[in-house]
């Protein structure tokens, strides 16, 4: 088994209901989302997911030199940031990527599906 | 030359491990890939198999066996390999993994296990390209990326020549192939057939790229060649590689047509450095026996459509449009109306501008310039940058004697393209209008 980061990407900063058009339709991806989550679990992929508050709400800590830097805002400046996540097992990427369409759906995102170091 | 000649000719003995590396080459990758699980590994043995070959044979001579021999050094390499490497559990185990999935999805006629280590089942190794081949061009890979890890891992081309093949640098494509093969260790792309399910849409993947390959070596976007025969033929072998894996698959058949019936245009295609039309080529140069092959395999296809097993897809279409043209003896009895009737077809399956294109171009044979002309201007909005589409343009108009609006088009085509042949064509066309 290996597990896979699955990352949701939209412009989550976008309108009063984030990347939705309106309060039914983000109620509705909520919904969708919970039950995509409760399927991981019963199918025994799930690690570990939550999701993020807006990106503007983010801070950047530079510790690579003497002095420590903190910094405003998210680490790229970009219209689209991560806006939620998952930590899945699965066999192999096919099933992962499988998983992703599923979370994709629910979630109404583009999701990035990328492997964890194994050792 | 049987197994049983020792060429002591060192020359006949260079030839002869150049054959076997396209013979055998990918095929021993595919194996040692699936008994490792690792393919960097089983490519770089693989190499150095055929490397030691290269370095003995000349003086102790061919072995009467000369595959097991080239896949039980390539074995024995990687055995050794993997016992020097001071992380040796791990690896077992990773391959374990990989090795121990015979069952998943794979069909049953293709996931037979490599077990044992006696050299008898050296010898008659089963055939793990398919596995390969599907990896190779998997969903998650780059267009570019199959194409190249395809030539590489499969064709057995080395990447200097996979990067003069394609103008690229050859550190940039070294960097294309590593890569590739890192995701597909990292991220753990299966090395199985897909499930009945899903192989429509992956086996379109596969067939995508190998055409992808052809039309490279056929259309080369660049350079001063006007066809690149190495990446043709080499296009035409791993899809007759794929016939033979997957038998009952119409649509390879369907390519395998297609390339065969457009490789034996090719010297007519392509005199002194000139490219001639289609309609004035000399159809006694086109080859006889592709043309042949070709018609057999597409009168196949046919066959089972007949007999109502499914709709003809993409590729065998495009053969049969193929086919009319090489059955005409002369470019003015081509079946025009046959040729209309398969656009539809095609049109229908694969409903984008290109398609109606070539459409269009049929129409005006039956109709007339203008008829043509009228279904290209529509097209104007989507395949703008299409390079073929003012070529279509140019030639319309310049037949219905709108000279100017003809040069004009011909000069937007000209630019478009970076070949040396099809310029000094469009150039000579251009004058004439």
């Known amino acids: ?119 | 030359m049987t197994d049983e000649e020792q060429p002591t000719d060192g020359e006949a003995v260079t030839a002869r491990i150049e054959r076997l590396h396209r013979e055998e080459f990918g095929r021993i990758v595919a194996a040692l890939a699936r008994r490792f699980g690792d393919l960097g590994l089983a490519e770089e043995v693989t190499q150095d198999s055929f490397a030691e070959a290269v370095r003995r044979w000349p003086a102790d001579g061919v072995p009467p066996h000369p595959p097991g021999w080239l896949a039980t050094t390539a074995r024995n390499r990687a055995l050794d390999r993997v016992r020097r490497e001071s992380t040796r559990d791990a690896r077992h185990q990773e391959a374990h993994v990989l090795h121990g999935l015979p069952g998943d999805g794979a069909r049953g006629s293709y996931g037979g296990s490599y077990g044992g280590t006696d050299d008898s089942a050296l010898t008659s190794i089963p055939d793990e390209r398919l596995r390969l081949l599907f990896t190779c061009c998997h969903p998650a890979l780059a267009p570019a990326t199959r194409v190249a890890l395809t030539l590489r891992l499969l064709g057995g081309l080395t990447v200097p020549e996979i990067a003069a093949a394609f103008l690229v640098e050859e550190r940039a494509m070294a960097q294309r192939i590593t890569r590739a093969k890192q995701k597909i260790a990292a991220a753990r792309i299966p090395y199985r057939v897909p499930s009945d399910a899903e192989l429509p849409d992956r086996l379109g993947g596969v067939l995508a790229t190998l055409y992808l390959v052809f039309n490279e070596g056929y259309l080369p976007r660049r350079g001063d060649e006007a066809v690149r025969t190495d990446l043709c033929a080499e296009a035409i072998r791993l899809t007759r590689v794929l016939r033979g894996l997957m038998p009952d698959e119409p649509e390879v058949m369907g390519l395998l047509a297609l390339m065969l019936l457009t490789e034996a245009r090719r010297s007519a295609r392509v005199v002194d450095g000139r490219l001639v039309p289609l309609a004035e080529q000399d159809r006694s140069r086109w080859d006889a026996d592709l043309v042949a092959e070709g018609h057999a395999l597409v009168r196949e296809c046919l066959r089972r459509h007949r007999a109502g097993l499914g709709h003809p897809g993409h590729h065998q279409l495009l053969a049969a449009v193929n086919a009319v043209h090489t059955d005409a003896p002369t470019a003015a009895e081509t079946d025009w109306s046959q040729l209309r009737a398969l656009y539809d077809q095609l049109y229908a399956v694969t409903p984008t501008p290109v398609v109606a294109l070539n459409r269009a171009l049929v129409v005006a044979e039956l109709e007339g310039a203008g008829a043509g002309l009228g279904l290209v201007e529509g097209l104007a909005g989507t395949l703008d940058g299409y390079q073929p589409f003012h070529v279509a343009r140019a030639d319309l108009l310049r037949r219905l004697g709108r000279s100017d609006e003809s040069r004009e088009a011909y000069a937007r085509a000209v630019a478009m393209t970076d070949n040396d042949a099809e310029r000094d064509f469009l150039r000579a066309r251009s004058e004439e209008a």
């Open chain 1, 1 to 119: 088994m290996t597990q896979y980061l699955l990352s949701v990407h939209g412009s989550v900063d976008a309108g009063e209901f984030g990347p939705y058009e309106s309060h039914e339709q983000m109620m509705k991806a909520f919904e969708d989302t919970g039950r995509f989550n409760e399927s991981l679990q019963e199918r025994g992929h799930w690690v570990f997911a939550g999701g993020l508050m807006p990106a503007h709400t983010a801070t950047v800590v530079d510790g690579t030199r003497d002095d420590v830097v903190v910094t405003d805002g998210p680490y790229l400046e970009s219209k689209e940031h991560v806006g939620g996540f998952w930590v899945v097992e699965a066999k192999d990427l096919d099933e992962a990527l499988a998983l992703a369409a599923e979370g994709s759906r629910a979630c109404r995102g583009a999701v990035e599906v990328r492997p964890f170091q194994s050792e």
